[in-house]
């Protein structure tokens, strides 16, 4: 951490998304080899290797932003306020892009939920699951800014549009109909 005068905190060096590319790799072709070892159908390999992958893009989108400044935070940095945001009906304010990044987001774990797991099958365990995965993903974002690691924020527009997507995407699994 470097001071500045005016008493904020900038990271001299951030950790880039890119650096979980060889751990993504390395932890896909493990689980591809150990399911080719005790015979798995291609299928269940192929949804294996696609769902670890989606997992390293999850983390990489949500703790490590790949477009980091090199100088200052805006605005809310080094500054407790801002860091929170109550309100739901916020987030239709946010952009359409934002907005359907947060639609699909959790939509392809909701997927992998129902297919790997019995209880993931019913849509209420599923919904109940990706509104805690999104919960912890806004509760670590607050995290990481409070320590000045990032420049995110804890919104529960996000929660609830990423719950509707997840929903969204188990309704798009084509083994429940």
Not at 46 to 71: D, E, H, K, W
Not at 98 to 114: C, E, R, T, V
Request: aromatic share 16%; proline share 4%; glycine share 6%.
């Amino acid at each position: 951490m470097l001071a500045l005068n005016n008493g904020q905190t900038i990271p001299v060096q951030q950790i880039s998304a890119w650096h979980l590319l060889p751990l993504a790799v390395f932890t896909c072709y493990l689980s591809w080899q150990f399911l080719q070892r005790n015979h798995a159908s291609r299928e269940r390999i192929m949804i294996t290797t696609a769902a670890i992958s989606y997992l390293f893009i999850l983390v990489a989108f949500t703790q490590f932003p790949l477009n980091q400044l090199q100088g200052p935070r805006p605005q809310f940095w080094g500054q407790q306020s801002g860091m929170i945001t109550l309100n739901p009906l916020r987030t239709f304010s946010y952009g359409n892009y934002q907005i359907g990044g947060n639609l699909i987001m959790l939509a392809p774990l909701s997927f992998f939920y129902a297919y790997f797991t019995e209880k993931g099958q019913s849509w209420w365990a599923n919904a109940k699951f990706c509104c805690l995965i999104s919960v912890t993903i806004e509760c670590s974002q607050l995290l990481l800014n409070y320590f000045y690691l990032s420049s995110r924020c804890f919104d529960t527009g996000d929660i609830l549009v990423n719950t509707l997507g997840a929903t969204l995407g188990w309704l798009g699994d084509w083994r429940q109909w």
